[in-house]
Nanobody, 124 residues
Framework: VQLQASGGGLVQAGGSLRLSCANSGRTFSIYTVGWFRQAPGKEREFVAARGWSGSATYYADSVKGRFTISRDNAKNSVYLEMNSLKPEDTAVYYC??????????????????WGQGTQVTVSS
């Protein structure tokens, strides 16, 4: 599994961005994919997650209703559609994957694979 995140950039408050996470390796061992973010001086925090083959999705309260996680199996990719962006959404965003499903999808230490991160900056 090799994850590559992209799509970050600078956007004004209220704007939108779409992050992509492409997996260039095998997917048979992936059960859960997630997005996390880390702002300067803060710990890495959970943003969204979903099962690789299922339909269940999970969101942090701070992004619920504004962000959408989706996947495209044919392209081996996961996306994070971000709308109504706020300055507090500014962070480096990481995609991650793990070999199990179930609980603990919001805990970074429970993930096995990580992308390199992409910067999202929201100006006020």
């Amino acid at each position: 599994v090799q994850l590559q995140a992209s799509g970050g950039g600078l956007v004004q408050a209220g704007g939108s961005l779409r992050l992509s996470c492409a997996n260039s390796g095998r997917t048979f061992s992936i059960y859960t994919v997630g997005w996390f973010r880390q702002a300067p001086g803060k710990e890495r925090e959970f943003v969204a997650a979903r099962g690789w083959s299922g339909s269940a999705t999970y969101y942090a309260d701070s992004v619920k209703g504004r962000f959408t996680i989706s996947r495209d199996n044919a392209k081996n990719s996961v996306y994070l559609e971000m709308n109504s962006l706020k300055p507090e959404d500014t962070a480096v965003y990481y995609c991650a994957a793990r070999r199990v499903g179930g609980s603990y999808y919001s805990i970074p230490e429970k993930y096995d694979y990580w992308g390199q991160g992409t910067q999202v900056t929201v100006s006020s």
